[in-house]
């Protein structure tokens, strides 16, 4: 689904107010290919059921069972990628809380010892239709669920629970590491590893590598796709505005 991307040079700008039919104001523009994309939060009911819509799509594709529907949890935040309505990416972030995280049904036991230094959230929900073959959609959703988890709910740690084929993918690509081996999820009814990487570590790489794009020659990972480190102060600033 999203381990064969190919590159693209985004130009990046803080969202307009009207680019999507309902109005709903994009966090942050994203050009490729003279294509305008908008990062946007999913908190209303047609972009909670388009976003819904697209992970039944890609899970059913990979043999996924469950319930993909994204309801309005206050302890997530769903982020789309999507061209005048038309979604084409999205993810969730959920937050620890009382009720903890969905990955606490398969790892609790490895989750624990990171919640005793900090506070941990996780990605979940992740799809990207395989039509959109840019290393910038993926970015730019990862890209502003770290500002989210890092900036606006002070988390140490983002989770992620991923077939074991995939794993290989974030750990090069996102700088992921390994929590736990395989074990079987019954929410998908497929085995899973944890994987886990720190905001402090994606912080460094965006100070590093952000917005380079094509000139970090040599360079695997998506880094040089996220947004450069004064683009991050302005998306940083505008989420804090949008409150």
């Avoid at 709903?24 to 050009?31: A, C, E, G, L, N």
């Avoid at 899970?59 to 949890?73: C, E, K, L, V």
């Avoid at 079987?184 to 899973?192: G, L």
Wanted: with cysteine; glycine share 8%.
């Amino acid at each position: 689904m999203i381990e064969t991307l190919a590159p693209a040079i985004p130009y990046t700008g803080l969202g307009s107010d009207d680019s999507a039919p309902d109005g709903k104001p994009s966090i942050i523009d994203v050009t490729i290919n003279q294509r305008v994309f908008g990062i946007r939060a999913a908190d209303i009911d047609t972009q909670r059921n388009s976003a819904s819509m697209l992970i039944s799509k890609m899970y059913a594709w990979r043999g996924y069972s469950g319930n993909h529907q994204i309801g309005t949890d206050p302890n997530r935040i769903t982020l789309t990628a999507s061209d005048a309505g038309d979604v084409f990416g999205t993810l969730s972030l959920g937050m620890d809380s009382d009720i903890g995280l969905l990955a606490d049904q398969v790892f609790k036991d490895h989750i624990d010892p990171f919640r005793q230094r900090g506070r941990v959230c996780e990605i979940i929900k992740l799809a990207v239709d395989p039509a959109i073959k840019s290393k910038a959609v993926l970015a730019s959703l990862f890209h502003v669920s770290l500002i989210y988890a890092r900036d606006l709910n002070g988390c140490s740690d983002i989770l992620i629970e991923v077939n074991p084929r995939h794993r290989r993918f974030y750990e090069v690509m996102l700088g992921f590491q390994l929590v736990c081996e395989s074990r079987d999820n019954p929410r998908v009814q497929a085995p899973a590893v944890l994987l886990r990487v720190s905001t402090a570590y994606g912080t460094e790489q965006v100070n590093k590598l952000g917005g380079m794009q094509d000139k970090a020659v040599g360079e695997r990972s998506l880094f040089p796709w996220f947004f450069s480190p004064r683009e991050e102060a302005g998306i940083v600033n505008r989420l804090r505005q949008l409150g």
